[in-house]
């Protein structure tokens, strides 16, 4: 029996060693596997209890912070509501957006490879503690941009055009992060009609109008077909135009009416940007060509996807089938939908000498140890003309503001470039009112883009709110 | 032998493990309040001494019985013990008076009777004993848990799982019947063609165990309970026969029936259909399966620490997922060690069982360590998928008051068959 | 050291006592395996492989483990006891010299007999060889 009773035990040795394999399957091989499924209630808790990294402005202001409650589970609070569209939202029930999205990896630590002391608080349990994201943004300038825009639906940024860097973005109608996990705040952000929840400096699809003039502008002189002092006349110049038999109608009140002056054709290029030109700008347009048009609409970013700390829609220039719809997108009308994004970054692309800076909302990324785990990458995004062409564009829009259209934005004391739009919609309310600028003209320091939905004029409504945010970027500028 | 010897290796053994669950109490009574509690120290302090005080009574008693076993159980019942308390202080309580209780029954054991040899004069009565228990369970039995069956049998508040003891009644009346046999079992034999198969009247318990682990499996829904019986049975009559034909043979036959069964009975096919994909039902059926492999997964190599995981997740975590719970706080180290623990006590009682003289206690030693073996394999397979899912106690670990209690009388006969040994070996 | 840090040190801790309980067992093991082959004297570095059990309880294919002097008989006092109508009380002994195997007769009714012969005197035994005391008869192997 004493052989049987041993056969008995190697027979348990080898079942036990079996059910060992099992548990090392479950618990070495297969852990990480099984423990990350959906169904672990603790991972629930344990992203409750991430001590979130905080969001602060360039000056190191904060503007989302984290509160600990009793329970160890962490809140998100946000101090300036003006940056909602743009800093999103944390909540458990409704989600992330913006930038608590597109770098929730860095706010919740998890981008942190191991070392040891890192590893040694996650053995004893320790909350992770997520990286601080400061941002690039001015929340002084940010509030005062936010106060000078109307209360209508309406956007505005604010960048340094050497570096991309956002020094502020305001969209209105906006909404406050701190309520968002409210259902019913929730519920009518939803459905209210003029769409709080759209970030509308990066998605908000807007007609151009004539602020895409300075992008058909340095198209002509980067191809040579025209230049500045190319003159312009007879149904060239204030029309009525035919293309294809579509007519186009006379713009003779425009110049007899050009900041105050009377403009008679014939007309310079130059002038027909100072007095904004639709006529001049289709013939243009027309000697470009659809294909070179294009060509320079892309390489200014438009049908591109623009790389960004937050999601960006793409511009589109829409489809052009013929020579009447190449003369109306020459002068921004047409199927052209742009970003206000877009319409900054054509603006940079003039004050910076014929390259558009990769935009940034992002300075840095810090770890909790005060390491600097990412930097704003900083570089050329694109580079649609060369710098005479954006020299001979710059100082055609530092007349627009001095004598033309753009009057009503001069500062005293300062020499600023800028570019009216007004642009006409085909919903029936007024035209979206437009306007951007840099200034100083010599050596930009600050880029603004500002719209008005269905505000006006440009030259009435968006120059006067751009002089002031122009003022206020200036004061602070570096 | 009469007299007073104190049995040195077993009270340095059960003051190291006394050590070890103290200081299990204090870490976890330091992550739960963040400093430690003194009052918390009371139960490890009541158990130690129960430990303690078992080893002065064997030392008068039960001289010359096995000084490693004792404290290998005690470390298990200590780690069950910490770990209930854990999940449930009440619980923890209750299990702390059910290991005392248990103590006090094994103290019993080791002097009455005064031979294990007697209990083989009993043998039909044992049978008859455990087959009325189990009817009286399927008539008149209660439902504690709500599982829907009842196997519960008891009164005012105190209930008792019978098949627990009737594991017992089993190992000893298979034990009795095969020493008087396994003669005849082992040499007799009808030529069926090619096979040659022993008289068929001495396969009668073998049918009649086949028997009643299905109607276990069928009237109870307690598949456990009904592999842990054909386990023992056949493992015992391996060692009495040495023939394989037995083993294999009731194997077959189980699982024959198990295959009727599926086709027969819905919970036994929900079973194996959970056991064969747990993954589409995680919400359903299939969520208790999974949450334990989950806190298994979480807890990993090295555990979360005592009273720092969360395995309160895991439904029934106390009884049949207790391996859950060890294995999300003290990881695959800590729970391959209880296992180490456990086979350890099963070669340590395998080994009494060469040495034992005497037939019948031979066969008992030998059937109650494959109880506990096949009892640990059973659940730890059941947890970690290696098998179906099928709700036994882990030996020791696992709350129950009537596990408990038929663990400590096993371990009280084994310790009895070993102090037997050494008598007579001097 | 912050309680945290007590904790972790004390999870480690606590399941490395649960090996060191394991070893200590081990020890334990081993130290009783010594103490009983000093009391029952030096292994020898031999089996006797039963080949015939004859009534001895013992089965076939079963390994007898050798001492330096092995006594073989009936009576329990013997180191192998084989309880065998055919067996005297003091029936022979394997010896082991360190370097080679000697068997002998102890004067029994029955006789040993080492490959088939009688052994009336101590012969010497090598592993193969076929060793039988009254009918039970095993095969002599190295360990």
Known sequence: MNTNIRRLGAFFLLVFGIMLGGLTYWQLIDAAAIQARTDNPRLQMQALQIRRGRILDRNGTILANRTVDAQGIVHRTYTDPSLSPVIGYDSPRFGKSELEKSYDAFLTGQDVGTNWQLQVNQWEHKPVVGDDVQL?????????????????????????????????????????????????????????????????????????????????????????????????????????????????????????????????????????????????????????????????????????????????????????????????????????????????????????GGSIPQPALVKQVTAPDGSVVKQESGGTLFSPISAAAAAGVKSAMTAVVQQGTGVLAQIPGVRMAGKTGTAETSDGGLPHAWFVCFAPTDHPKVAVVVLVEHGGEGAYVAAPLAKQIMQAALAIAH | ????????????????GGAIVTGGFSLLSMAQHRHLLQSDLRYPGIYVASTILLSLWMSKFATRADQL??????LMAGVGILVITRLDVALGHRQLFWTVLGEVALALVLVFPRRVSTLRLYKYSWAFLGLLLIAATIVAGTDVSGSGYKRWIGFHGVYLQPVELLKILMAIFFAAYLDEKRELLASARIQIGPIRVPPFQYLA?????????????????????????????????????????YPVSGLLMFVAGV??????????????????????????????????????????????????????????VTTDFILSALGEELGLAGVACLLGLLIFLVFRGLSVAISAQDGF???LAAGLMATLAIQTIVIVGGTTRLMPLTGVPLPFLSYGGSSVLANFVMIGLLLKISSGITERRD | MSVDDILLLGRVAFVVALYLFLLALALLLRRELRVRSLVQGERAPGDLLVMEPGESGLEAGERIPLLSTTSVGRDSANDIVLDDTFISAAHATVKWNGKGWVLADSGSTNGTRLNGKDVRRPVAMKPGDVVEFGQIKFKMVEL
């Open chain 2, 69 to 74: 076993v004792f404290p290998v159980i005690a």
């Open chain 2, 259 to 316: 295959f009727l069964a599926f086709h027969l009975f819905s919970h036994v096919r929900t079973r194996t259909e959970l056991w064969l994909d747990p993954w589409s039902r995680a919400s359903g059926t299939g969520y208790q399966v999974i949450q334990g492999l989950i806190a298994l997964g979480v807890g990993g190599v090295g555990g979360q620490g005592l009273g720092q995981g969360h395995p309160n997740f895991v439904p029934v």
């Open chain 2, 361 to 363: 206690e031979k066969l």
């Open chain 2, 205 to 245: 318990p073998l049918v009649v165990m086949w028997g009643l682990s299905l109607l276990l499996l069928v009237k109870q829904n307690d598949l456990g309970s009904a592999l842990l019986f054909l386990g023992i049975f056949l493992a015992m009559i391996y060692v009495g026969t040495a023939r394989a034909i």
């Open chain 1, 136 to 352: 690039t943004i001015d929340d002084r300038l940010q509030q005062q941009v936010a106060s000078i825009l109307p209360n209508t639906p309406s956007a505005a940024i604010v960048a340094d055009p050497r570096t991309g860097e956002i020094l502020a973005m305001v969209s209105k109608p906006s909404f406050d992060s701190n309520q968002v996990n409210d259902p019913t705040y929730w519920n009518n952000l939803l459905h209210d009609t003029n769409s709080p929840l759209i970030s509308r400096p990066v998605n908000g699809f807007y007609t151009p109008g004539s602020v895409f003039k300075i992008i058909t502008l340095g198209a002509a002189l980067d191809s040579n077909t025209d230049s500045l002092s190319t003159s312009f006349s007879g149904d060239q110049a204030s029309g009525p135009l035919t293309v294809d038999g579509h007519v186009y109608p006379s713009t003779i009140n425009n110049l007899n009416d050009c900041g105050g002056r009377v403009i008679v054709p014939p007309i310079t290029l130059e002038e027909a940007l100072v007095c904004s030109d639709n006529i001049t700008f289709a013939s243009v347009g027309l000697q470009l060509g659809t294909s070179r048009f294009l060509d320079y609409a892309h390489r200014f970013g438009l049908e591109q996807p623009i790389p960004f700390d937050i999601p960006v829609s793409i511009s589109r220039t829409g489809t052009i089938p013929d020579r009447v719809a190449l003369a109306g997108s020459s002068f921004g009308q047409g199927s052209l939908y742009v970003t206000p994004l877009q319409m900054l970054m054509a603006d940079e692309a003039i004050a910076d």
């Open chain 2, 1 to 16: 032998m009469r007299g007073y010897r104190l049995r040195w290796t077993e009270l340095a053994l059960l003051t190291f």
